[in-house]
């Protein structure tokens, strides 16, 4: 029984090693294929940043005040001029309706000089009247000094008359424009309690309700123009010498990853970040879609070069053996280690200069977290 024993035992380690032997060696592993073919390959270079618009502007207000009205919300579309808030004004239209009475009564004020300095020339004339005629009867000997001297005073002190008038009038014009120019600031401030929109856009925040005090710079909305809406979007140096203007790009919001949007390179940063070593691209989307919002995350592709009818490899499909890069070929039902040399890279692409053909079939692991790297001649199975 003892032999029988030492055969089993035997026959079992045979059997897992059999099975050792096949699963690591000869079991043909599962793998996907893909044809080689000659296409167009686009080179890109991509950049992360956020949705931003050239133009914005915090709406708020000149002055101080309690908000009595928000006729706007955000997501609202409003036009240049469009009045979107209001602010308590009873302070101020009385205000405005002090300044006015004093600016009348200055007004008034000055009218009454005028009427004085009137009156004054005529009392000059009349004396200056009195004093040729004493003269004359002077002259006749119908006259003595101390009339013509009487005479001479009435002048002086009307001509004393009429320069007082002629100063009480200058100053009363003075005191008037004063007036008038603290009519003018109260009717201002009591205008700017009426805030409007200063262009047409879209209100993307509101930041006060009604009831809120209002002080001047403090933000009430957030006023956007869609004119031009952009992604600012940060690119390593090294793609410097490659960007330029108008160049044709791809903008992929991080909401619609499978949708991307049509764009074109507006302008180049022409700063670098010290840390990063990245600067900005600002990347015009042409087709806004349905929803969208400022600051939104989004990565942009944008087209370099394009190079026509080459053969392209998916980066997906390339290994790297003792420092090499190259690719698996199927042969047969065997793996086949294949170096090749490439060019330029695209997105998920990159050209092959050569070492490879148009028609040979790559091949990978169809579940490389499973299994161990592909070797040269190793079984495969193409599912």
Known sequence: MRWVRRVFVFVILAL?????????????????????????????????GSIQARVSAVVSSKIQGRLIELSVDQGDMVSKGTVIARLDDRDLIRQVEIARANAQAS???VERLVADQVRSQAVLRQVEHDLARTRE??????????????????????????????????????LLIAAQKTLEYQQARLEDTVISAPFDGLIVRRDRDPGDIIVPGSAIYQLVALDEIWVSAWVDETAMAGLSPNQPSRVLLRSQPDEPLGGHVVRLGRETDSETREFLVDVAIEDLPEQWAIGQRADVYIETNRLEDVLVVPMSY???????????????NRARWKPCELGKQGRESIEVTSGLSAGDVLIRLANPGKQNALKDQKKVVVQ
């Open 16 to 48: 897992a090693v059999g099975f050792l032997v096949y699963t690591k060696v000869l079991r043909p592993v599962p793998v996907v294929a893909h044809e080689i073919v000659r296409r167009n390959l686009v080179i890109e270079v991509m950049g992360t």
């Open 107 to 109: 007004q008034a004020g």
């Open 137 to 174: 009867s002077f002259a006749q000997g119908a006259a003595n000094e101390s009339e013509i001297d009487k005479a001479e005073e009435q002048v002086a002190i009307a001509q004393a008359d009429l320069a007082r008038s002629k100063s009480a009038i200058a100053e009363g014009k003075m």
């Open 318 to 332: 390339l290994v790297a053996v003792d420092g090499e890069r190259g690719v698996y070929i199927l042969d047969g």
